[in-house]
């Protein structure tokens, strides 16, 4: 086994990992009645850990076949998680910074100034999150593609890929700049996160496949 091979492996088992902690952390982050810190610590942990996911897929489906739609597929989800993470700490800054002055003003017009200020703030962080929705899409819909071929994912899960991303892609381009769920449509990003969460546990049950590719 060459040292190519080994790296294949590697990532293999460090990608589904971080994937599933990617999943987990959100999970944590959004419903767990955790401290503000360690809540913010999950939040801010997310992208990171799901970038680092989309690279063992991408070495695990690079191992059956590799080409540029599956290149361009690890650039958007690492963009994209680089993406959500400027997102959510742009956003949790503007709450922890003006809700202490929100909370001290003592007349209610300006409480209610300060509240305005914060909204209209805040409204920055829903470019952010679309252009994440529009990458993770993309991300989607490549590792799909890639994926309907590959013996260890199948037509199934990479149909479902391609058109989950295809979804979520076309609502939130129909509803720019405001996000889908924000005008009371549908919003697909929940789906593709579980459609991430069975390709990450299907890319931890790839490692006997990589080994025989690779032995």
Not at 32 to 45: E, Q, Y
């Amino acid at each position: 086994m060459n040292n190519h091979q080994e790296l294949a492996q590697s990532w293999l088992k460090v990608g589904s990992i971080c994937g599933l902690l990617s999943v987990a952390v959100y999970l944590l982050a959004a419903f767990a009645p955790l401290p503000d810190k360690l809540t913010l610590a999950c939040a801010l942990a997310f992208g990171p850990l799901l970038a680092i996911g989309a690279i063992g897929l991408y070495y695990c489906l690079a191992a059956y076949r590799n080409c540029p739609s599956l290149q361009i597929s690890v650039i958007f989800a690492i963009g994209g998680g680089i993406t959500v993470l400027i997102m959510l700490a742009t956003q949790q800054s503007i709450f922890e910074l003006l809700r202490a002055t929100i909370e001290k003003a003592a007349q209610p017009d300006v409480k209610e100034a300060y509240t305005k200020i914060r909204d209209g703030l805040n409204s920055v962080h829903l470019g952010m999150d679309v252009a994440w929705d529009v990458l993770i899409s993309v991300a989607g819909i490549g590792f799909g593609f890639n994926m309907l071929k590959h013996p260890a994912f199948g037509k199934v899960i990479g149909g479902l890929g391609m058109l989950l991303g295809t979804l979520l892609l076309v609502y939130n381009l129909r509803y720019f700049p405001v996000p889908p769920v924000s005008a009371n449509s549908i919003d697909w990003g929940p789906f593709v996160a579980l459609w991430f969460v069975a390709s990450f546990v299907m890319l931890l049950r790839a490692k006997s496949w990589l080994k025989k590719q690779t032995s």
